[in-house]
């Protein structure tokens, strides 16, 4: 009798994995853990559409990067700022900090009128190069958005593992 519910056992559990496997996984992070642990992860081990979201946990606002490309060593990587109320008293700022960083951001029109206009920062090179760059941008925009050092982030990964070669 007992050996009729050990498939049922094995379907659900099953069925478990399967759909937690399906979540996003989700990390509390400092802007320097993001920094020293998340970024080298998002351009090592994910796939390019794969996106890492930083919501801020005191309040509403998010940092996010996508993965735009990976060829060999290379990586593209977009960060996008929308000009939403949380960010919009800081939002000309960000731009001319991150200008000033000598990166070049791009402002285009947003798709409503609670995001009239959208940031984006892409940033091209090797890994190591990348990284740099996006730490300098995120603790740019940070700074700009008067979030603190400590100001905690619940990380969230969006996107498929690259396959070993």
């Known amino acids: 009798m007992l ?6 056992a094995l379907l659900i559990a099953i069925a478990a994995f399967w759909w937690y496997g399906r979540k996003p996984v989700r990390y509390t992070a400092t802007l ?5 642990r998340h970024l080298p992860n998002l351009l090592a081990h994910l796939t390019p559409g794969s996106v890492l979201t ?8 998010f940092l996010q990067l996508a993965l735009i490309h990976a060829a060999g060593p ?9 000009d939403a109320s949380w960010a919009r008293p800081a939002f000309t700022q960000v731009e001319s900090r991150l200008r000033a960083q000598g990166l070049d951001p ?3 029109n947003g798709a409503s009128a609670e995001i009239p206009r959208f940031l984006r920062v892409r940033i091209v090179g090797p890994s190591d190069l ?27 990964y969006k996107g498929r593992p690259r396959r070993a070669a």
């Not at 320097?32 to 020293?36: H, K």
């Open 3 to 8: 050996w009729a519910f050990v498939p049922l």
């Open 32 to 36: 320097a853990v993001l920094v020293e």
């Open 54 to 61: 930083a919501d801020r946990a005191g309040g509403p606002g």
């Open 74 to 82: 290379t990586r593209t990587v977009e960060f996008g700022l929308p």
């Open 106 to 108: 791009q402002v285009e």
């Open 130 to 156: 990348v990284t740099a760059q996006l730490a300098t941008v995120l603790r740019t925009v940070s700074t700009a958005l008067a979030w603190g050092p400590e100001t905690e982030y619940v990380v969230t």
